[in-house]
């Protein structure tokens, strides 16, 4: 099934969320010295950076700090989802030079999976929500190890805690935050998958990193 393509409402609709998302991140109070640390330990590489699909929104603006902060020029590619949601969402990455892969963590296509290792060896970071696109939240799915094993990065977990946020009625009940709110950056140390797993290995890391993310995750 071919992925969905944006349209010009698409377009026009993610024009005005980006600016919208950079406004609201001018506002917010960051706290993120102990983030900062565990980034400066792994940013000498690419890596895998795991995001649960409600904390999307300043899934942009938190790479662009830690890009700031290491004064790396890698770029970042995000695996999106095939639907028109999809379309909408690979239109608001392109407004940021963030390059989307469509494609899904339950169902990895052979076309996506195939761009994703490419963008890996060619020294890319890749931006995977291991509980996207349909749920159920904050559920791992097993797609994000098996993207691990392929470009031997490790998986690095990153989440935030926001003082202030709506909250959508989405199955993932999206974040969005109040402006002004303070947000709390967590990056946990990164999760090295070996090359060659069976089902029993491979199933004890997808529990290892539903454990650390559910832990840097706070509602």
């Known amino acids: 099934m071919?992925?969905?393509?944006?349209?010009?409402?698409h377009r026009l609709a993610a024009l005005?969320?980006?600016?919208?998302?950079?406004?609201?991140?001018?506002?917010?109070?960051?706290?993120?010295?102990?983030?900062?640390?565990?980034?400066?330990?792994?940013?000498?590489s690419p890596?895998?950076?795991?995001?649960?699909?409600?904390?999307?929104f300043?899934?942009?603006?938190?790479?662009?700090?830690?890009?700031?902060?290491s004064r790396t020029s890698r770029r970042m590619a995000v695996m999106v989802s095939t639907s028109r949601d999809?379309?909408?969402?690979?239109?608001?990455?392109?407004?940021?030079?963030?390059?989307?892969?469509?494609?899904?963590?339950?169902?990895?296509?052979?076309r996506a999976l195939r761009e994703l290792v490419g963008l890996a060896r060619e020294g890319w970071d890749i931006g995977?929500?291991?509980d996207g696109p349909r749920g159920?939240?904050?559920?791992?799915?097993?797609?994000i190890v098996a993207l691990a094993q392929l470009t031997e990065l490790p998986i690095v977990p990153i989440s935030y805690e926001?003082?202030?946020?709506?909250?959508?009625?989405?199955?993932?009940?999206?974040?969005?935050?109040?402006?002004?709110?303070?947000?709390?950056?967590?990056?946990a140390p990164p999760l090295s998958v070996p090359r060659s797993l069976d089902n029993a290995a491979r199933s004890q890391i997808t529990n290892r990193l539903q454990e650390i993310m559910n832990r840097i995750s706070v509602d």
């Not at 071919?2 to 409402?9: E, F, G, K, R, V």
């Not at 980006?18 to 506002?27: G, L």
């Not at 942009?60 to 902060?69: E, H």
Request: charged share 20%; glycine share 4%; aromatic share 10%.
């Open 128 to 130: 995977i929500t291991p």
């Open 58 to 69: 300043l899934c942009p603006m938190l790479y662009r700090r830690l890009k700031a902060d």
């Open 16 to 44: 005005a969320l980006s600016w919208s998302i950079r406004i609201v991140n001018r506002t917010l109070r960051y706290e993120s010295r102990e983030a900062l640390h565990q980034w400066r330990q792994v940013n000498d």
């Open 162 to 187: 926001l003082s202030g946020k709506w909250t959508t009625r989405s199955w993932d009940r999206f974040q969005i935050p109040r402006p002004f709110s303070r947000c709390q950056i967590r990056i």
């Open 86 to 110: 999809g379309a909408l969402l690979s239109e608001i990455f392109n407004a940021f030079r963030i390059r989307p892969v469509r494609g899904s963590t339950s169902r990895l296509g052979s």
């Open 47 to 56: 890596v895998i950076f795991c995001l649960w699909h409600n904390r999307l």
């Open 136 to 143: 159920p939240r904050y559920q791992i799915q097993q797609g």
């Open 2 to 9: 071919l992925p969905h393509q944006p349209t010009l409402p």
